[in-house]
């Protein structure tokens, strides 16, 4: 499984249910990255996608406790082990923070927009993995300038998982 992200330097990734940042060039990455793949994000996130609809261009699970919850366009699974039925190597996991935490462990690559800034009234946290021992970072692009901002991409791999 992979996680894909948008993180500042304190590892904050939203603030009242919206995303911080919203980079047109890193949206044509995210676009390129899961295309074709098994997306698995929580049902708060929905909304944040393109008219707050499935993305039209790879498989959606939407994982939820509400077993009312329905959405045309997407799987809706209600546990973290309905997912061993579809291959890991297809699976990213996009968000939000919930999905996030509960999913991070069980991942073996971490594909990070890392923007370089503080987003100081943030409410939302990916978990920090520069300071957990079993990740660590394989590769990592220079900085890429876009309205005053810095970012780079960031990969990072799990030693704990094969």
């Not at 959405?71 to 309905?82: F, R």
């Not at 991942?107 to 300071?131: E, G, Q, W």
């Amino acid at each position: 499984m992979f996680i894909v992200a948008v993180v500042d330097r304190n590892w904050a990734i939203g603030k009242g249910g919206d995303l911080l940042y919203r980079i047109p060039a890193d949206m044509v990455n995210f676009r390129e990255t899961v295309s074709g793949k098994i997306v698995v994000y929580g049902k708060n996130t929905l909304p944040l996608l393109p008219e707050g609809k499935p993305l039209d261009f790879c498989e959606n699970l939407i994982l939820t406790h509400d077993r009312m919850f329905s959405c045309d366009g997407a799987t809706i699974i209600h546990s973290i082990a309905e997912l061993e039925k579809y291959p890991t190597n297809d699976l990213y996991i996009i968000g939000g923070a919930s999905v996030y935490q509960q999913l991070y462990q069980k991942c073996k690559y971490a594909m990070l927009t890392y923007i370089d800034n503080v987003t100081l009234d943030s409410d939302a946290f990916f978990p920090d993995l520069s300071k957990l021992e079993e990740w660590e970072i394989i590769s990592q692009t220079p900085a890429i300038k876009y309205q005053g901002l810095s970012y780079m991409y960031v990969t990072y791999v799990n030693s704990a998982v094969d």
